[in-house]
């Protein structure tokens, strides 16, 4: 069976960034026994993603990149914002072991929905917070094997 939309796909990949000519960083990869597991055409993956898988069958393997403008877009500053560290009080403190630079968190926006962002600074009165994917801006590789294809069942 080959790739194709409304397939569950399993595939052991590595994923690496880096802009072309230099050296790229492994960013992820899947564990030996863990491939990854999607269907395919359900809207979960990048649109080009699966492009690049389509028709592969069973151990054929994939080497392809994605540029950034197709995966999860430039690196923008204005999802760069900085906010009272007030926002973050909970019984009058600041949990220290959620609330510190580098920590990816979950921030539920005005409008009800839920953003991830990375706590990039912290002065004693402000957090700044990045709203960017962690791989914005990034050219992405990915190299790996198709492990299993199935019709999907639902």
């Known amino acids: 069976m080959k790739v194709s939309k409304n397939t569950v796909v399993s595939v052991s990949y590595q994923l690496f ?4 000519g230099e050296k790229e960083e492994l960013m992820e990869q899947t564990k030996k026994n863990q491939p990854y597991k999607f ?7 990048l649109e080009k993603f699966e492009e690049n898988l389509m028709g592969k069958s069973v151990g054929d393997s994939f080497d392809f990149y994605i540029e950034c403008q197709d995966a999860y877009g430039e690196y923008d500053d204005d999802k760069v914002v900085t906010v009272p560290k007030s926002t973050f ?3 009058g403190e600041i949990d220290e072991e959620e609330i510190y630079v580098d ?3 979950t921030m539920s926006m005005e409008d ?3 953003r991830d962002a990375v706590i990039i600074d912290m002065t004693e009165d402000e957090v ?3 709203f960017n994917h ?3 801006g990034e050219r992405l590789h990915f ?3 198709i492990v299993d294809v199935r019709k999907s069942t639902k």
């Open 89 to 91: 009080l909970v019984d």
């Open 39 to 45: 269907t395919c055409g359900a809207g979960t993956e």
């Open 128 to 130: 700044t917070l990045d």
């Open 112 to 114: 009800g929905q839920k």
């Open 143 to 145: 190299v790996g094997t």
């Open 134 to 136: 962690l791989l914005a």
């Open 103 to 105: 920590n990816l968190i």
């Open 17 to 20: 960034c880096g802009d072309e």
